[in-house]
């Protein structure tokens, strides 16, 4: 268990509609991850949050955003889904800005299934 | 961008020691190596990570070859549970995000 909880584990929903997915970072972290886990693609660093600031941006389309709460918890918001955004989307928390020494723990992950 | 080569499968006995490989040939002076796992779709899991030393913990040892350009992960004694793939990674300087590739899917049989 590395400390990081997501919810949901699973959803399944159909095209066109919006969803949120919840990461929790463990007790310390400021820093919190997204990537996206699909077949085809493999994990996609998708944007990552300090304190509450966006950080850094990586392959996230533009119907996706995040925010990271004063409680530090993180929010993935998905809109307009598509089939092709069904995948594992996995969260992660470290406990720096994201230095090469600052390492990072990953949720369980949520399973996305657009239908 | 510093890129790892790894070899796509390997097989391991249990208890046997697992060593895997990562070549990391262009990686630069001050970028590290990370050893991930994931078990089956489960979140990716920290393993080790070093910069020039060779390192061990409780999980496993990390030995990378003197001109850096190389390095082997290794489960001294392998068991059923870790059956997974395996990522090497190398942090690039002033990225913030893990650059997972491939990996090796690792069996480790009876």
């Known amino acids: 268990d590395s400390g990081v909880t997501q919810t949901p584990k699973h959803l399944i929903t159909a095209t066109g509609q919006r969803v949120t997915l919840r990461c929790s970072p463990r007790s310390g972290d400021l820093s919190v991850y997204w990537y996206q886990q699909s077949l085809d693609q493999g994990l996609q660093f998708l944007i990552q949050?300090?304190?509450?600031?966006?950080?850094a941006k990586g392959n996230i389309l533009e119907r996706f955003s995040a925010q990271q709460f004063p409680d530090l918890h993180s929010e993935l918001n998905l809109s307009s889904l598509e089939l092709g955004d069904s995948a594992l989307y996995f969260c992660a928390s470290s406990v720096g800005q994201g230095e090469k020494t600052d390492t990072q723990y990953f949720g369980p992950g949520t399973r996305l299934t657009v239908l | 961008d510093a890129k790892t080569t790894q070899p796509p499968s390997m097989d391991c006995a249990e208890g046997r020691a697992a060593n895997l490989p990562c070549n990391h040939s262009t990686i630069s002076g001050n970028e590290y190596v990370y050893w991930y796992r994931q078990i089956h779709s489960q979140g990716p899991q920290y393993i080790i990570h070093?910069?020039?030393n060779n390192e061990t913990n409780e999980m496993a040892s990390l030995i990378i070859t003197e001109d850096r350009k190389s390095s082997t992960l290794i489960l001294p004694h392998a068991t059923l549970r870790d059956t997974a793939v395996y990522y090497c990674i190398v942090r690039v300087h002033n990225n913030n995000d893990m650059r997972f590739g491939a990996g090796t899917r690792l069996t480790v049989k009876p």
């Open positions: 070093g910069l020039k």
């Open positions: 949050y300090y304190n509450g600031e966006e950080r």
